[in-house]
């Protein structure tokens, strides 16, 4: 039997509860490039409580997702690499399929849900890991290692690869903190910890 779910810690609001803020901020997220059928769920459920902040974040994530210079493939494997860093459920599962239609191989999805390195994934994304494991075991990256990823990235897409990683680990940690779960019908990557 699965494990009890977490409550959400935040009220999902309905669009008929919502003022005219987090109405505009609601209106601002489905005319991006997410498109219209984007539902209130996962993030956003957060920043409709925050509208102001909540328009800047879901530009910023915009931006993250859709216009960087990294190729989606490799984008979405910076992401899941954090979202497994943070245990972060809805954002795997949000984005471990979009990984796997970029092009990401499912055993490397599958090596790094399970917390192992994916050892048989292409090289860039094996440098992209690397950086990754590094920057959060100790807060910076050897030359070497970024060395690894620069050699894929120019400049430019450096910042925006160091930026896409800090906007996701926000994300993880905004799902984490306010408990804001993949649909009940949806298989947890990750086990929630449960209160002592």
Known sequence: MPAKRPASRLTILTEDAMDSAQRALLESIRSGPRGKSTGIRGPFAAFLHAPAFGELAQTLGAHCRYKTALPPRLSEFAILCTARQWRANYEWFAHAPIAERA??????????????????????????????????????????????????????????????????????MTLDVFRLLPPPDATLAFAEPSEK
């Open 103 to 172: 092009g990401v191989k499912a055993k490397t999805i599958a090596d790094i849900r399970a917390g192992r390195e994916p050892k048989s994934a292409a090289k860039d994304e094996r440098a992209i890991y690397a950086f990754v494991q590094e920057l959060y075991k100790t807060r910076r990256v050897t030359d070497r290692t970024y060395a690894r990823v620069r050699a894929f990235f120019n400049d430019a897409a450096m910042v925006e690869f160091v930026g896409l990683l800090g906007y996701y680990a926000m994300i993880a």
